[in-house]
Structures are given as C-alpha cells and as structure tokens.
C-alpha cells in the first residue's frame, strides 16, 4: 500500500526545494512508498518546474496536476482528493499538508502508526495537544486560530478534534470514499481557507474515528508571506459555524448500507529499498 501526500501549492518555488529534501529523508528513515500529488494552483512563478527537477534528482515520485488559474484552497483540496481516488487503490492513505516547508514531513510516521493501530479514520496533526508547539507565528494568527477552535468546539464540537483550521491530516482511503460518495460534487463548497473546518463539519455524520498528533509548526522556516487574507477567512468561519448551528444533520442511512459497515483495510504501508 502507499502513501499519497497532497500538497496544494501556489507560488511556493522558493519552498519546494527544503520540503522536498525532507520527503527524500523521510523515505530513507522510512521506507515508506511515498508519492507526491502537487497540485499548483495558478502559480506565476516556477513552483512546477521546480517540483519536477527536485523529484527528478531526489528520486521522489511525483504526480503533478496544474489549474490555468488560481482557484483556491478549496478547489485545489478538491483536485487533489480527486486525483487521490483516481490513482490509489483499497487501503492507501492520503495525507494533506502545506507546501511551505512549515510543517514537518517525518510527523507522518507518528501519525500513521497511530491511526493503524488504533483503528482511526483521521489523524490530524494538532497544535492543541500536550507537546505541540508554533514556532514564528504572529501573535494575530494565534489568536485567530485558537479563537476558531474554541468556537467549533463548544458550538459545533467535532468528536477528538480540537485543532479544526489545520490542514495537515492524514486520511485513511475507506473514509476519503465515503465522503466522496455521500457528497459527490458539494464535498468542497468552500474555495479558501474555510475549506479545512468545512471538510470536518461534513464528516461529522459520518461518525469518524479522529486522533490528533501534537505538532511542532515552523512558520519561521516559511520562505514567504501568508497567502491567508484574514477578514475573508474570519467572515467564512463565522458563516460555517452559523450554518452549522442552523441546519438539520443529513442522514446517512443509505450510505452505511452501502458500505455495510465496512472496516478500513489495515495493510502495513509498501516498503521499497531506495537507493
């Protein structure tokens, strides 16, 4: 089984030359069959090329999939939980992070050794848990950002999440399916930012099994400024969090039929020799 990582990327040349250095080190540590799923949304500058001349000299495959024009975060989560589904087959997992080097590569070990054991369908990597820490990270985003999980978790609570705005999570492929049958083209509504807390507020009925890692972000190590713009993002998150107050919980009945209640397939990830 292997291990696809989506990383939505829009103008990050200047990142992906360290973060990919990271993947060659990971797979080393690893063994872990490990394929990239770089989905450049829009970049005016060199970030695809750069991706595909760093995979080709540190040997890291590479599946890369371009938008004519910026679309979003959302839309670019969009593709690449497509693609995903396109190319991976039963018992894959699929794990999405930032492309600007602020996150740490090797942190997918600790999380999906976890999610196997334990059985979970979604592993995030938490800035809110006992031994995380944010490195660079102006006071502002902070306060945005806890704001937004104390919000969520006493108005919309997600069961084992406490970190909702994070995007680095790990994804077991049963539950990518599920959501994907279940939503079809309305999965991703959401094209910035927002998209992350939307993506866990429509998994709530699905009932998934979520654990989270601590994590230690590195904002000091990103190359450059924040693509975030901050009222947009603050005025999306309080729309979701009010149409969440407001509306009905959708049934599920039908899909877990189909399904049958079917478990994730536990199948320890392909180990390759890289040379």
């Known amino acids: ?3 696809f990582v989506l ?14 250095k990271k993947f060659q080190i990971l797979q080393q540590i690893s063994n872990m069959d490990i394929q990239l799923i770089l989905v450049d949304d829009g970049s005016k500058d060199t970030t695809a090329q750069t991706a595909l001349d760093e995979c080709q000299s540190q040997r890291i495959s590479l599946r890369l999939v371009q938008h004519a024009k910026n679309a979003g975060l959302g839309q670019a ?6 693609t995903f589904l396109e190319i991976s087959k039963e018992g894959d997992f699929l794990a999405a992070m930032d492309c600007d080097n602020t996150q740490p590569p090797e942190l997918l070990i600790k999380m999906y050794e976890t999610m196997i054991a334990g059985s979970y369908d979604i592993a995030i ?9 944010v490195i660079g990270l102006s006071i502002f985003r902070e306060i945005m950002s806890y704001g937004a999980s104390w919000l969520f978790r006493i108005a919309a609570r ?18 990518v399916s599920k959501l994907n049958m279940y939503y079809g083209e309305n999965l991703f509504t959401e094209s910035g930012f927002a998209c992350m807390i939307d993506l866990l507020l429509k998994a709530k009925p699905l009932k998934p099994k979520i654990v989270e890692i ?19 993002t603050i005025t999306r998150i309080l729309k979701l969090l009010f149409k969440n107050l407001t509306s ?5 009945s039908n899909l877990d039929q189909t399904f049958n209640q079917q478990e ?3 199948i320890p990830l392909k180990m390759t020799n890289r040379k």
């Open 7 to 20: 990383l939505p990327a829009y103008n990050e040349q200047e990142s992906i030359r360290p973060l990919f």
């Open 264 to 266: 994730t397939v536990r």
């Open 248 to 252: 009905t919980a959708p049934t599920v």
């Open 125 to 133: 990597a938490s800035r809110y848990r006992k031994g995380s820490k």
């Open 1 to 3: 089984m292997s291990l």
């Open 214 to 232: 601590p994590m230690v972000l590195r904002y000091d190590q990103k190359p450059t400024a924040s693509k975030m713009k901050i009222i947009k």
């Open 77 to 82: 989560i969009k593709t690449g939980f497509t």
């Open 158 to 175: 997600v069961s084992g999440v406490r970190d909702y705005t994070c995007g680095y999570r790990l994804y077991n492929r049963t539950f």
